[in-house]
Every structure is written in C-alpha cells, then in structure tokens.
C-alpha cells in the first residue's frame, strides 16, 4: 500500500504475555515435567514440548489439565445462567442468552460437549456470524451424527460501531433457532461483561478457537495467541497471526477462500465480506473437526494438534521474544546480561523470515 516506505517499514510479529493467560491447570502441568524446566521466564522451552509428543503421561496430564480448564468455564456459564433467570424473575429485564428461559436438564451446558470460543472486538470485518450464515446446514451437520456442540462467544463492539453492535445482537437473537432446528445440540452462549477474567477463562477452557475475519483485513489477533500457549487449537481463515501460526495444520484447521491480495479486498461493504463462500469452507470442514472430538480411533489427533501448539506457537507469539526483536530493531542500548538474555530469545523466531523455527 505504502511502497514508498518500504524501506523504513519492518514488520514484528505480535506477542502475548505467556504468565497471564496460560491457566493454573496448565501451569501445573507445565511445573510437573522437568522438560518446561524455567518456562516462566523462559518460553522457549515449549518447544520441548515435540519430546513428549508420544509420552502417554505427557498426554495424560494434559488431558487432566485442559478438563479442568473446561469445568471451570462450563461451571462458570451455568451459574450465570442461573443467575440471568433469577434476574429474569426479579427485574423483569430479558436476559442476553435464550437458555435462561429453559428448565435445568435444557440450559445446562456439559464439559464433554464440544465447545468452541469466540471472543474479541465485535466489527464486520471479523465476521462473528459467519459460521451461523446457513443454520440449517450447520443444523444438520451436528444431528447426522449426534455430536452436540457449544459455541461460546463474548466480547464488545466500539461505542459508536453501530454495525457491530448489530452482530451481538444478530447472534443473541439466532440462539433459539439454533437450538431449535439442531434438536437442541447446539446451544449459541453470549457471556456479557466481557474482560480480562472471562477471556482468561475461555482461552484455556474451549476446545477450539474460532477467527474468522476476511482476508486480508486482521492485522494480527491476539486472542488465538492466547489459545495456542494453553495448547487450545483454532480454527481460522489464513488470516492476521494464523497465517504463521497454522503450520501446515499441526496446529488447528484454515477455512476460507485463499486468493491473491488486491486493494478489492479491502473493502468492508457487507456484498464484499464473502459470507457464502467461507462459511460453505467451514462447513466442509466442521465434520472433519468434530470427529476428533467424538470419534475414539480419531481423538489422537486433537491431542496431537494441542502439544503442538504448545511447541511450536508457544515459543513464537510472546511477549519476550517480541520485546526482544524490538531491542535489536531500535538498536536500544540495554545491560550486557539483559542483552544475552534476548539475544536467546530472538534466536526463537525472525517476523521477517516466518516459518524459521
């Protein structure tokens, strides 16, 4: 867009601070393998994680710790559930979630269900309704095989994103028949008072990341980083990180219309946000991720997809290896001890040369 800069203009590939959003379960798991030995301070040691991709207890422990992620913010849904009801009762005011009207054997939500995360800044670029455009065909998708499924999503639009305050709505109101058309297995959840605490929550207790802006608009997303340090796979258009961060599927599921870049794609106009043609992509492909999920002889390969996100995303997309690129780019003058700390750091990962690790 700006050839003119080319020459000034270097790219750092974003990061997020690993000790705030890998959860306690995970953290304990990574305390009990001599392999993480340091990881607080030093993320580069998940790549060890390749080690102990065919370790029984390895894999074992993970299970544990990412069921425990699961409980957590299934235990969490259901009491605001509840509590939106009782609210319901007292005040009057209509709750943000259909399942709040239900009796309790409909409403509550279970760890054994397949449950996919979506949370970020609402705007319509990155398409939250995307997967909900044909409910019909995402309808019969879960009832051929009775895999039930939860898709958990949260999140705010800008004060004045008008439009994306429309796709909060436009996904609180599309509950009900989701519910309804896939004979009740597939339960759409909104969490409100979206922050810090709640997306912590989700991250590590989903069993997959939903993204899914149009090419080429997302800029990075952080929010897939965050699933990736927990081992959490995502599913996403080849998109802002993921296009890094896939690594020829090891990691998670692409979806989505792959086609040459031009200034055509830039636009938001809603006839230009190609619904039809990526959500019939996710449609192809939700079947093949649900098998993982259900299916015994295929569960290997999520667990598969999660060491690997541990190994391979999780020494990259950091803050410390961020910070460190930053250091050497600016040329900063740092303490030589901090210098060979970071020096260590950026031997992880170079933005300029992605896929070098």
């Known amino acids: 867009q700006f050839p003119q800069y080319a020459h000034k203009i270097k790219a750092v590939t974003n990061g997020v601070h690993h000790l705030t959003w890998i959860s306690a379960a995970k953290a304990e798991l990574f305390d009990i393998f001599p392999e993480f030995k340091d ?30 992620d699961t409980e957590k913010l299934i235990d969490f849904i259901n009491q605001m559930l509840i509590e939106h009801r009782q609210k319901m009762h007292t005040t009057w005011i209509d709750p943000p979630n259909f399942f709040s009207h239900l009796k309790d054997s409909e409403r509550e939500l279970s760890p054994k269900v397949m449950t996919i995360g979506f949370a970020r ?9 995307l997967v909900f455009e044909d409910i019909d065909r995402l309808a019969g998708i879960v009832k051929k095989n009775n895999w039930p499924v939860n898709f958990v999503f949260a999140g705010k639009a800008h004060p004045a994103d008008e439009p994306g305050k429309h796709i909060i709505k436009n996904i609180i109101d599309t509950q009900k028949e989701l519910y ?30 939903l993204n899914s802006p149009k090419r080429p608009l997302e800029a990075s997303g ?136």
């Open 121 to 129: 800044r609402f705007s319509t670029y990155k398409r939250a309704n």
């Open 180 to 209: 309804d058309k896939s004979d009740g297995l597939i339960k759409l959840i909104f969490i409100p008072g979206y922050d810090m605490a709640i997306a912590k929550m989700m991250v590590a207790g989903v069993h997959a990341w």
């Open 222 to 357: 952080t929010s897939g980083m965050k699933a990736a340090l927990n081992g959490v796979p995502n599913i996403s258009t080849m998109d802002g990180w993921w296009v890094e961060g896939y690594n020829q599927g090891r990691t998670g599921w692409k979806f989505g219309r792959e086609c040459e870049i031009s200034n055509a794609c830039l636009s938001e106009d809603l006839c230009t946000l190609l619904f039809t043609e990526d959500s019939d992509s996710f449609y192809s492909l939700f079947p093949r991720i649900l098998k993982t999920f259900y299916d015994e002889t295929s569960r290997h390969e999520l667990i598969d997809k999660c060491v690997m996100n541990i190994a391979l995303n999780g020494p990259v997309f950091n803050t410390h290896r961020m910070a460190a690129e930053y250091a050497k780019l600016y040329n900063l003058k740092l303490a030589p001890e901090v210098e060979q700390r970071l020096a260590a750091f950026r031997k992880l990962y170079d933005s300029n040369r992605p896929g070098n690790i």
């Open 39 to 68: 990881w607080r301070t030093n993320p580069g040691v998940f790549a060890r994680a390749k080690e102990l991709k065919n370790n029984d207890k390895f894999r074992t422990y993970l299970e544990q710790a990412w069921l425990t």
